[in-house]
């Protein structure tokens, strides 16, 4: 299953900290070794918010060539996924929403109910939940949908949301809790029969 | 990667099975990409095909504003009342708001294609009233005469907590100002245009934005906005701040006096 397991593709000869000074001596190979090693995190990161590929691979590009460029502010010590997945997502964010500017679709009210094409996904039985459920989180504002996919579809760590979405690490199981009770609160209102799905299913498999 | 734990409700556990079915795209090699626009000087996009502007995401939202405040200038600059408003939007905030219009429109000008306003449910989380305070982390005003209070709601923009009271007629946000962010207002011209208009309660001043279709935004003391707080806006709005450090927002459909009435009464 797509569970999401980031598996390098580069030796980790060198770790992080290691790479980062190097790249801020100038050695854009070792920034590079950097990008190969979380590109992928990075790609699908940018993809589940602009839900295009080849979007998501600008995106994700340009995320990388601007966090080379900002290095010089980069915090000895914090971990770099998190601060370029800030970045990334940031980018992503923008483009989804000048997307819709250009599309005249834009509903600027702190968030963006965007008409996103439907994921690709891979099992036909349970294709009804997952529609409805991804129209459910496509009705969130941004701030959840973000938290969420770093959570539960990126699997990071609290503290490594918490530098991704900037905010303190105590803040996160909060956003996080708010964020799943805005989406039960969506799902219960616009999509009841969700949860009767997700209740069959589980009488089924139970 | 971060072992997940156990799903604790129905709607984690829907989440991460939505989790285990995505089929990614492959990820393309990002890194050879990178490698050439590092070594290009990162001047130009390294993806052959999808020619954009490396500039692109570097576009400063300013650009924008300058026009929209140029145009301002030129449309109402004959009006003091226009002028002291322009001051305001050019940063020079002489009561505590910061109000921003765009331009008159011609006659024949087609409506800013701004986006629809949306039903609360779709921003704020409903909380019962008595929990209200906890919430927002300091003890909501309410109007007298203003009927009963049919729902309660709290915003939570970055940890900007507002509390947000909705009557029959009116809907009325609070926010504590606690460090100064400010509530501001784009009115958008449609057909009909909008009214911006200064008035003030209790000897408080506060503006009046008639005719419904603005956009309002909380700004932070350093002029940022306040991330995803813009919202549009489709009735009359009266904004102020109290004496006491509130925020306070008016969203209703009632005239400049009634709402003035109700909002009197607040602390």
Redo the contacts between chains.
Sequence with gaps: ??????NYRVEATTTDAEAIAAARGGD??A???L??RY??V???AA?LVVRD??T???V???G???A??ALGSFREGEPFRPWVLRIVTN?AL?EVR?RSRRR?L??????F?VELPP?????AE?DE??AL??QA?N?L???DRVV?YLR??L???ER?IALAIG?APG?VKS?LS?A????????E?GYPG??RI??AG?VRRG | MAEMHPPTDWTEELLVRAAMTIDYPPTPDISAAVRLRLAAGARARAVPGRARPATQWARPLGVGFAVVVVAFVVALSASSGAREAVAEFLGLRVKGEQIAILPTPAPDATATPFPSPVAIEQYATPVAASDLATEVGFEPARPADAGNLQATYVIDYDGLLVAVLQYERFDLWQVALDGGTFDKGIPFFQKGATVLQETSVNQQPAWWIAGGGHIMRFVGPDGTVVAGSERTVDRNTLVWHSATGMNYRMETDLSLAEAAAIAGTLP
Aim: hydrophobic residues 35%.
């Design positions: 299953m797509g569970r999401a397991v980031y854009q190979d920034f590079c070794a990008v190969a590109q992928e990075a790609f699908r993809f590929p080849g998501a691979e600008d994700t590009q340009e990388f060539v601007r080379y460029q980018l923008n000048s005249g834009l509903e600027r009210v702190g968030r109910r994921l690709p996904e891979r099992e349970e939940e997952r459920l991804w989180i009705e504002r941004e701030e969420l539960y579809f699997e990071l760590p490594e905010h803040t956003r708010r799943s009770a805005r989406l039960r609160h969506v799902i209102r969700l949860r997700h209740t589980e």
